[in-house]
């Protein structure tokens, strides 16, 4: 899709999506999660959010779509973080605007990225959970989002921590990308060059 045609969409539903994000930070604080300890959970939700607003054009197959897609990245953890469930995330969509159609696609992508249970971080995040993401339309690319996000925010920290999650996510950069690549046409599936290479370049 045209990033113009992409973001006239996003400029004439910024009400709607303003709602979205709304609703994001609530269910989150409403569980009082943090990002990094100290940092209202939303604050990662909007990292997420805008990768996916720059983006999204590369990957999106048509208008209808992108409402999902913007859910799906602010929704993203509420599922495996804020006591939501799959049937609870398609409620919230279609009660903030969304058609039931675009209420289960956001349900579908949040519910790939949530993580298994598991005792450890590989665990968690096994060949289970990444061919759920690959079968799923524009989870892949949400998931590229996080990691984006996630990278950028590591990067930009000086302390300890930060500088052990940086090295985790270098270190984990060729395997992942291959666990979340789709071997397809549809571009829904797609990864786009340049989020690889802005992770690269962090």
């Not at 943090?34 to 996916?52: Q, R, S």
């Not at 279609?94 to 209420?103: K, M």
């Not at 920290?157 to 071997?183: C, W």
Request: charge should be negative; charged fraction near 30%.
């Amino acid at each position: 899709m045209e990033k113009a045609r992409f973001e006239r969409f996003i400029l004439t539903h910024t009400e709607l999506l303003e709602s979205i994000r709304h609703a994001a930070h609530q269910l989150h604080s409403s569980v009082n999660q943090y990002y990094d300890g100290d940092k209202p959970y939303a604050y990662h939700l909007d990292m997420v959010a805008e990768a996916a607003r720059e983006f999204g054009h590369e990957v999106c197959d048509q208008e209808e779509d992108i409402l999902p897609l913007l859910m799906g990245a602010w929704f993203h953890d509420s599922i495996e973080d804020a006591r939501f469930s799959y049937n609870d995330m398609k409620k919230e969509a279609i009660r903030l605007g969304l058609t039931p159609e675009q209420a289960f696609m956001a349900a579908e992508i949040v519910y790939a990225l949530t993580n298994d249970k598991g005792r450890t971080r590989a665990e968690r995040a096994g060949e289970k959970y990444f061919s759920g993401i690959r079968q799923t339309p524009y989870a892949p690319f949400c998931k590229m989002c996080d990691r984006l996000a996630n990278t950028t925010y590591s990067a930009q920290g000086t302390d300890d921590s930060n500088r052990r999650m940086l090295k985790v996510y270098k270190d984990e950069m060729p395997a992942f990308l291959q666990a979340i690549h789709v071997e397809a046409d549809d571009i829904r599936f797609r990864i786009p060059e340049r989020m690889v290479d802005a992770i690269s370049k962090l």
